[in-house]
């Protein structure tokens, strides 16, 4: 692309800037937006030719991460054990070397072949083609969490924003424990790519189900968001911005604490009071 100064995830681009009636030439980062296409193979079978899964758009880093996240929330693999082996074939492309009792047939998945970064769930033909069968069982009422440690969290995501810094053109999800301690986060221009990529990282270091975390993400709550959370088995999903009303009665069919409007010192509770320790709730513990 001309005039684009590359980095892995970030651009460089000269522009005029206008101040008042003053403009300057100056260089403005942005956020890197490319298509990354997801392949599966059999791994047993003599490896016969790449069955293309999905074309993302997305932020380049952490491909193996979100390739692995997606294969997961997609139900494509139900545990890292079904994973043999994750090849960057070329810098936008990643190969799932499946093992046998895994492989599916392409004819089974429902997403069609392009997903943009802001949409996700757009390549599902139904509400219901979406709605996968968790695997693990959110436990009630754990973990518990003051919300005191829910007030610092944005201000912790955002302090480890690296790309956002520069762009402020990135969307993270990020992974929190109790006491509001930081135990992961990727970006990507993607809200559900920073989730898959997140969720990935877990799976791929056996940390899978997210029991006794707290999921923590930029921007808005959409279902597809929730579905990702419940199929890891997060009991918490706290966002900065609002949750849409499907988020909500999927977050609640899932026994998931949903929290919105994460910011300058409030939140609303959609689902589930049961997990914050509070002296005295206005509302019961399903909201």
Known sequence: ??????????????????TGLVSATTIDELSVEEPLEIRIVDGANGRPKPVSVAVTMRTP????????????????????SDLDDLEIETPNIVTAVLRRATFVNSSSLDRHSFVSSSCGVCGKRSIAAVTVTRRHRIEPAVPQINPRIIHTLPDALRTDQPGFARTGGLHAAALFDVEGQLIALREDVGRHNALDKLIGAE????RVPLAGRVVFVSGRLSFELVQKAAIAG??????VGAPSSLAVELARESGMTMLGFVRDGRFNVYSDFGRLRVANPVIGKTA
Do not use: C, N, Q, W
């Not at 880093?61 to 890292?80: K, N, W």
């Not at 799976?203 to 056996?206: H, I, K, S, T, V």
């Not at 997060?234 to 966002?239: D, G, I, K, R």
């Open 1 to 18: 692309m001309i005039g684009l100064r590359h980095e892995l995830s970030v651009a460089g681009l000269k522009v005029a800037r206008v």
């Open 61 to 80: 880093g952490d491909d193996v991460d979100l390739a692995t996240g997606f294969l997961y929330t997609e139900g494509i693999i139900t545990a890292r």
């Open 203 to 206: 799976l791929r270091a056996d």
């Open 234 to 239: 997060a009991p918490m999903l706290v966002a």
